[in-house]
């Protein structure tokens, strides 16, 4: 007779809410609320054995590296690890698995880290929101000169942010797209990237692609500061906006293109991620993780990091190649799929059962493109792309159904239901007001 033991699980996380990064873009675009994308940890877990820790890891020290000897012996402790917690709490686990995603990488060039907006935690949507508030309130009049975006990295997530918030702005904003590369979403879909490209035209979207930028400075608006697009060509002199502005100095990448110099009332950076993994115990050095050039830590494809039985390592964190031998991107399809078979293989491993190598399903792709637009490119379907309000709809159920808990994803989906027909019902009587 066998026997499945229990166990119990503690989840840490520096933030008391569960985030879910997809759908930060419709926090800008009002089609969300906070609590829809980011419900706290204690609603989600109520009615689990879950407990929860708000807290940042500061030390880890597994035990469990495969050349221990007092892992193999008789009587000797069988503890994975301890976890340091910045508060001071220490936690011997059994087992553990690390998900902590990444933070954006700022200190790029000089003047990133001052002046740039990451967009990669709510915190990050929050503050972008409340600046493009108040930018929307300084510029509200007829003759108020427009608000210039800038925006660096041209892969989904700087597209889908240039393209929420042109659709924001319409006539009162002018969006500046900046990319090393000479197309945007250069590793989408041909579908997606075309959707992409023709939204982006329509909305008169900026794109300085085969640029990176050198450097970023503030100009104080007392300065009366004279903005230049191209070395020597004057474009325009501001006085009188009480806001400083910032100065984006674009060396080309590619051949055949001049030096360029934007003026921008806010800089949001895309480009770049550093995954958090927690520092190692400096004093036994046997159990360094094995990382990439990237500091995700190596792991086997039952996602357990090398040379660590006891522990398994997901979506950011996670080093793994598929079976060509390329590393799979950090995205969220691909952390969605490794969270459940690490779930599977966790407990497998609790119990003495075999386990199960990752394999990862690629699905297709999405992305938003504005409140009622988006592009869906399904794997299934060779050549398939779904724009417009159809790939709009098709996105928000397929991340309804990722979003966590049934409970969770019920409140959220009616929520979503009333907005929907709230917005018809309005659409109705705007269109029946103009024709009478």
Known sequence: MSFIKTFQVLLVDQSDRFVFKPLLYELLSGEVDDWEIAPSFTDLLRNTSVQFVKDRVKLLRPLDHLNRIEMREPGRSRSGGLVQLESGIIIEYDWLVLALGAEAKLDVVPGSAEYAFPFSTL????????????????????????????????????????????????????????????????????????????????????????????????????????????????????????????????????????????????????????????????????????????????????????????????????????????????????????????????????NDRPLLPFRFQNLGEMMTLGRNDAAISPSFIEGLTLEGPVGHAGRKIAYLLRLPTDEHRVKVGISWLTKSVVDSVTSLQSTMTKRS
């Open 123 to 350: 915190e990050d949507a929050r503050k972008v929101n409340s600046k493009l508030r108040m930018l929307e309130r300084e510029r509200f009049g007829k003759d108020s000169p427009p608000i210039r975006v800038a925006i660096v990295g041209c892969g989904y997530s700087g597209v889908e942010l240039a393209a929420t918030i042109s659709e924001r702005l319409e006539h009162r904003g002018i969006i500046q797209a900046i990319s090393v590369e000479t197309a945007i979403c250069p590793n989408a879909p041909p579908g997606n990237r075309e959707a992409a490209f023709r939204v982006l035209q329509s909305r008169k979207t900026q794109l300085f692609l085969g640029y990176f930028v050198s450097c970023i400075k503030e100009v104080s608006a007392s300065e009366n500061s004279v903005v230049m697009t191209r070395i020597g060509e004057e474009i325009s002199t501001d006085a009188k906006n009480h806001q400083n502005k910032f100065i984006l100095e674009l060396q080309p990448a590619q051949r055949g293109l001049e030096s360029q110099i934007l003026e921008a009332d806010i800089v949001l950076w895309t480009v770049g991620s550093k995954p958090l993994i927690p520092h190692l115990d400096p004093f036994d050095q046997s159990n360094i993780f094995s990382l990439n050039a990237r500091g995700q830590a190596e792991t086997d494809e039952t996602l357990r990091v090398r040379g660590h039985p006891r522990i398994f390592a997901i979506g950011d964190s996670a080093a793994l190649r598929d079976s060509s031998g390329k590393l799979l991107p950090a995205t969220a399809q691909v952390a969605f799929q490794q969270a459940d078979f690490a779930g599977w293989n966790l407990w497998a491993a609790i």
